[in-house]
């Protein structure tokens, strides 16, 4: 049972310009979400995180858009970098389950 | 402040046998989770310790087991090694805040394969 998909295996876009990396699920218990970054022969880093009492979080370049009635959220990246390039995870969870389920990723390509 | 590692880095078992991965948590965190990884997917819970109490486990059968130890580190043992066990182990540590989650910080992983 796949609660959380991130429906793009991966996205390329140029340096300088907006990266919108997107996420959906359907357990709407899920109250609290993440994003973390994979870069090859390294675990996921975390990026940042949005609880479901909110519906944007910002933290520098990145900002994690939450719509609860749609059931998605979304991370934007701007403006993009070479050094962005990696696999970005999403991630949903309960505030009471340490159960946390993963997307299985979409590859950020930013070309130079 | 050390972060969180895993070891070993690579392991190849062989059917049958059983294997232990070894983590250990990031300073302050008293939480440890174990995740595997397939590849082309992303990671899938397979259980959580707290204070060296199993707090949560995801669809694993039985023969994946574990232990926390008193100053954290946690061990992910798996019996009767399958063919698809073979994958990527991630451990994460956290340091939940009054049982609300927080973000977990992982180690490099483990590439147990199974052949």
């Known amino acids: 049972d796949q609660q959380v998909k991130q429906n793009s295996p991966s996205l390329s876009v140029q340096e300088g310009r907006i990266s919108i990396l997107n996420c959906d699920y359907t357990?709407?218990?899920?109250?609290?979400f993440l994003w973390y970054k994979k870069y090859p022969a390294e675990g996921p880093t975390f990026l940042i995180s949005?609880?479901?009492?909110?519906d944007k979080n910002e933290d520098g370049r990145f900002t994690v858009f939450l719509n609860k009635s749609a059931k998605h959220l979304s991370l934007h990246i701007v403006p993009s970098q070479p050094g962005d390039s990696a696999v970005y995870f999403c991630?949903?969870?309960?505030?009471?389950?340490?159960?946390?389920?993963f997307g299985a990723g979409t590859r950020l390509t930013v070309k130079p | 402040e050390t972060g969180v590692t895993q070891s070993p880095t690579h392991l190849i078992k062989t059917r049958g046998q059983q294997v232990t991965l070894r983590c250990s948590s990031q300073?302050?965190?008293?939480?440890v989770s174990w995740y595997q990884q397939a590849l082309g997917q992303g990671p899938q819970f397979i259980f959580q310790?707290?204070?060296?109490?199993?707090?949560g486990r995801g669809n694993f059968p039985p023969r994946f087991s574990g232990l926390q130890f008193p100053n954290y580190s946690s061990e992910l043992n798996v019996n009767a090694l399958e063919l698809d066990d073979s994958a990527l182990y991630l451990c994460?540590?956290?340091?939940?805040?009054?049982?609300?989650?927080?973000?977990?910080?992982f180690g490099q992983g483990t590439r147990l394969t199974v052949v």
């Open positions: 994460a540590s956290s340091s939940p805040l009054g049982g609300v989650n927080t973000e977990a910080f």
């Open positions: 310790y707290y204070r060296e109490e199993e707090n």
């Open positions: 357990n709407s218990m899920f109250d609290y």
């Open positions: 991630a949903a969870s309960q505030y009471n389950n340490n159960d946390m389920r």
């Open positions: 949005i609880s479901s009492i909110k």
């Open positions: 300073s302050g965190h008293n939480t």
